[in-house]
């Protein structure tokens, strides 16, 4: 198959991208290096250095069966304090990608959505028929992507499937290239958690410790970005044929949740950077993050139903390829620190 990767110089997108070469579908990447890194589109893969707003004409030029769409802002205190940033990029930027594909007659697309979409939910495992009510403007403008899709399946015969992540770690280690996490503001637990066992940053905060869950700190569900991947295969797997079968101009819009469906404290997660790096790793107690729920874990019966996907690697082995990843690193780009939360 000839797949167009949107963002495929990032840390999710060239993932993807290096399985999708593995699995021998033909790829380009289009990714405007606004956050990716262009050493990180896999060998194998075209790259072409636009933003989504250009995809015309290399969607012009034909030949393709399927975007797979990861470009986006994703940083939720930015998208607060610059909204503007998350609607443009986000929403009108899938807009005039959807409308590129219309005109050139590409109709399978698989999207990456967010568990931002749920907001702070009432009950746990979040469900894909929980509500949506996002509580900031980056799960706001993803969830507008996941309408748009729904409508584009009914008006325009798109075969869409959007998957909701929830908190993605690891990364995909070969001797040759590897390809992981390395953002230029870092603000996600297991890479910060690193660099403090590395020694880059003195101590590590725990954002919360009196919330209502064992240990008293937060609780999320990490998924292994390899697990991710696997999804993502299937979900084009899945919409290809939804396109080949609605011949008659019928769309389909798949929406699934990707998590493992248990949850890991920070508490735990910090204990698991120790166990593996056989480094101190400090953390000190701090105030909670505004805005973080005590507990988010998804359930994954709807992806293991209707993609046959079903999550295999642990928290260990997440934060053991990540350590991996890590060291590879240049110092300049593994010490990269920042304030901001995602
Ligand atoms: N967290 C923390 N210290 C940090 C970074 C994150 O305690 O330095 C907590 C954060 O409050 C949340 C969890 O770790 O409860 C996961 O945060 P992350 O930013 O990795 O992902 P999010 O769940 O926000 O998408």
């Known amino acids: 198959m000839r797949v167009l990767v949107t963002g495929g110089a990032g840390y999710i997108g060239s993932v993807v991208t290096a399985e999708l070469l593995s699995a021998g579908h033909q790829v380009t990447v289009l990714d405007n290096l606004s956050t990716g890194h262009a050493d990180a589109v ?25 975007v797979v769409h990861f470009a986006a802002k994703s940083l939720v205190p930015e ?43 009432d009950s746990v495992p979040i469900l894909e028929s929980s509500p949506t009510r996002p509580t900031n ?22 075969s869409a499937v959007s998957l909701r992540y929830f908190n993605v770690a690891g990364a995909r280690i070969t001797p040759e290239n590897s390809q992981g996490e390395r953002h230029a503001t870092e603000t996600h637990l297991i890479p910060i958690a690193l660099q403090v066992a590395a020694g880059l940053r003195p101590q590590l905060q725990v954002n919360g410790v009196h919330y209502p869950t064992p240990d008293g700190s937060c609780v999320r569900d990490y998924i292994h970005v390899l697990d991710l991947a696997d999804a993502h295969l299937r979900a084009l797997e899945r919409a290809t044929r939804d396109q080949a079968d609605g011949s008659d101009g019928q769309g389909s819009h798949l929406i699934c949740n990707l998590g493992s469906g248990s949850g ?20 000190v107690d701090a105030p909670n993050r505004a805005g973080d729920p005590a507990v988010l874990i998804a359930s994954n019966d709807k992806a293991a139903a209707e993609l046959g996907w079903r999550p295999t690697r642990d928290l260990d082995r997440m934060v053991a390829d990540a350590w991996q990843f890590f060291q590879q690193l240049s110092p300049e780009t593994a010490g990269s620190t920042g304030a901001d939360h995602g």
């Open 137 to 158: 403007p980056y799960g706001a403008s993803k969830l507008a992507v996941d309408h748009m899709l729904t409508s584009y399946a009914r008006a325009h015969g798109f």
């Open 264 to 283: 890991s404290s920070v508490r735990e997660v910090i204990e698991s950077v120790r166990r593996i790096t056989g480094r101190p790793t400090p953390a």
């Open 42 to 66: 896999p060998a194998g893969a075209e790259f072409v250095e636009a933003g989504i707003t250009e995809a015309d004409p290399v969607l012009a030029a034909g030949g393709f069966d399927a």
């Open 79 to 121: 998208s607060v304090t610059a909204p503007e940033l998350y609607w443009h990029n986000n929403t009108s930027g899938t807009l005039a990608l959807l409308e590129s594909m219309r005109r050139h007659d590409v109709r399978t697309i698989v999207f990456s959505s967010t568990a931002a979409t749920y907001g702070e939910p």
